[in-house]
T-cell receptor, first 118, second 108 residues
Framework: NAGVTQTPKFRILKIGQSMTLQCTQDMNHNYMYWYRQDPGMGLKLIYYSVGAGITDKGEVPNGYNVSRSTTEDFPLRLELAAPSQTSVYFC?????????????????FGDGTRLSIL | RKEVEQDPGPFNVPEGATVAFNCTYSNSASQSFFWYRQDCRKEPKLLMSVYSSGNEDGRFTAQLNRASQYISLLIRDSKLSDSATYLCVVNDGYKLSFGAGTTVTVRA
């Protein structure tokens, strides 16, 4: 099992450029998440998905878009890169609620994408 | 008010010492709790889940106090390899809320 795989690991963009951060998981998790982490700060949720075809906004969704066409993949799109989007981006996945409704499922993280907007 | 608050530290302790720290959470309906460990510029990794009755995993002990809405982590017999940032994480049913982390530095 590769777990959660993110690409690229590093990227430098110019202001106004667009790019897609890729995330794929091979654990058959139905929940997937995108976070950003600024220096010295906690993780902030950008978007999440509870299953293929379903996405929802998190705490800081502005400037980003996502799609979930398959269980495995959850790409994050930046349409017009801005300096404020310079950050480390983490993708994560987890099992959703169990049949008994137990949501005590930890998340597994990818290695992160370090993105700089100049 | 932040959903999850932690003392940022840093806690500087000698090898072999015991170190403990807490975090508080604001949502009384939160369902599950975790401690994650994050090394510098790396991804967070699950350290342990936190159960209502308290639980141990080797040198690590986690406690949950629902009435006061706080979670604690205690590290006994600290090792150099315990140096990291410890993230308090609260699950409100479908998403996790992360604290900003408590930094622990263990010195020889």
């Amino acid at each position: 099992n590769a777990g959660v795989t993110q690409t690229p690991k590093f990227r430098i963009l110019k202001i106004g450029q667009s790019m897609t951060l890729q995330c794929t998981q091979d654990m058959n998790h139905n929940y997937m998440y995108w976070y950003r982490q600024d220096p010295g700060m906690g993780l902030k949720l950008i978007y999440y998905s509870v299953g293929a075809g379903i996405t929802d906004k998190g705490e800081v969704p502005n400037g980003y878009n996502v799609s979930r066409s398959t269980t495995e993949d959850f790409p994050l799109r930046l349409e017009l890169a801005a300096p404020s989007q310079t950050s480390v981006y983490f993708c994560a996945s987890s099992h959703g609620k169990t049949q008994t409704g137990n949501s005590n499922q930890p998340q597994h993280f990818g290695d992160g994408t370090r993105l700089s907007i100049l | 008010r932040k959903e999850v608050e932690q003392d940022p530290g840093p806690f500087n302790v000698p090898e072999g010492a015991t170190v403990a720290f807490n975090c508080t959470y604001s949502n009384s309906a939160s369902q599950s709790f975790f401690w994650y460990r994050q090394d510098c510029r790396k991804e967070p990794k699950l350290l342990m889940s936190v159960y209502s009755s308290g639980n141990e995993d080797g040198r690590f002990t986690a406690q949950l106090n629902r009435a006061s809405q706080y979670i604690s982590l205690l590290i006994r017999d600290s090792k150099l390899s315990d140096s990291a940032t410890y993230l308090c994480v609260v699950n409100d049913g479908y998403k996790l809320s992360f604290g900003a982390g408590t930094t622990v530095t263990v010195r020889a």
